[in-house]
């Protein structure tokens, strides 16, 4: 084994597996078009901003992966990035994203193909406490009050006590592959649900508010608004 | 007693008593401009088109009441509303608030002066379920994973159980008066906390995505991208 070799590599899966219905648009919303560009191609620089070295595996559905070179010849985009297949549930895409990672010393991210709005300061954070202590995610403070709903009945819930989950979420790649073999459940809505059920601990990283999924209509407005800057 | 007298009376009563010291800037929050007026008036402006009949109570810091009072001849605002002086917390504006209403056959509303966003469906909504249940407080589903965090330990819970609260919350007066006569205590961050920790349940309905409280920077670009179209 070369010292090259046993550099830690850095990855991110960055997986964009939006249909667009929730928007009422035809268009996948990662294909949508903010401040003169489609997202998914503001997404991406974020991470070769950070750090133009990083290995970019996109996870986009089979079927819009025509669609997806015509629009990067149009906008001229040539970041170097690795396309797979979308899978049934986000699960799956990982899955299939971290099939295209060989090597077994890396550090690997993963991030919604529609957080554009992404700091350079989050990935930094996330990065560096996940190569130094195995894992982590970006999450921000709760702003408004919030309730727990059970049947008919709601109460109050003290907001100081929760977080809100972003991403990137990172893991050293023996965590996250070790925690990719767990046979699937519905209730792993993002990785690092995945990597905790697998009995590890997640660490907890300062995001930034603007990083914002794009998932409603009023989303993307806020992300022209703040993007169009 | 006359039939008129007899009428269940409307009020809103909107609270705005931020110092703008979490905004980074010396203008309190709610006399930003936003499309080319302060946010306070937008706010005002979303009752009086619900109901141009509605009693406004507008609890403003002593401080601050010359400065409006300005702002309203330069930006010619004239919805007929009372003014009455901010307390300490928001309970005590609350307070003050409801001590301008005279009648006991009322359904109030409390609404914070930096909601310039929510829509008369909202408005309406909340009203009518107060009018018939007693109590109403929109609210709208969690979009992000979110966490609760126990000192250095911190794990993934079930969002769809998790409803964010926004205003406005409105009562009957009867509930709303009495829930008031308690001690005020840390932990109520909102109206329903009180009337809740008075003994009354709290009825959820449906508000809006766009009715965003304006405390971040970034708010007030999205309100500015929302109210500017």
Redesign the interface.
């Known amino acids: 084994m070369t010292t090259e070799s046993k550099t830690l590599q850095k990855y991110v899966i960055i997986v964009a597996g939006g249909s667009g219905t929730r928007m009422g648009n035809d268009i996948p919303k990662q294909f949508l078009l903010v401040a003169g560009k489609p997202v998914l191609m503001h997404t991406i620089e974020c991470f070769y901003k950070y750090d133009n070295k990083i290995n970019i595996v996109l996870v986009l559905p089979k079927s819009q992966q025509t669609y997806w070179s015509v629009l990067a010849k149009k906008y001229k985009f040539n970041i170097n990035h690795t396309i797979v297949d979308g899978g049934n549930e986000r699960f799956h895409s990982v899955l299939n994203g971290l099939g295209a990672i060989k090597t077994d010393n890396a550090v690997i991210g993963i991030h919604d193909g529609v957080r554009p709005l992404v700091s350079i300061e989050t990935i930094a954070r996330t990065y560096n406490t996940a190569i130094e202590a195995g894992s982590a995610i970006p999450?921000i403070d709760?702003?408004?009050?919030?309730?727990?709903?059970?049947g008919n009945?709601?109460?109050?819930?003290?907001?100081s006590?929760?977080?809100?989950?972003?991403t990137p979420q990172v893991f050293k790649s023996e965590i996250l592959f070790a925690a990719y073999k767990q046979p699937y459940l519905a209730?792993f809505?993002?990785d690092?649900?995945v990597v905790?059920r697998a009995g590890n601990?997640?660490n907890?990283v300062e995001g930034n508010?603007?990083n914002i999924?794009i998932?409603?209509p009023?989303d993307l407005?806020?992300a022209?608004?703040?993007l169009g800057?």
């Open positions: 999450v709760v702003t408004e009050s919030i309730r727990v709903v059970e009945i709601s109460k109050a819930v003290d907001r006590k929760y977080k809100m989950v972003q209730q809505t993002d690092a649900g905790e601990s997640i907890l508010v603007e999924k998932t409603r009023m407005i806020i022209q608004a703040l800057k």
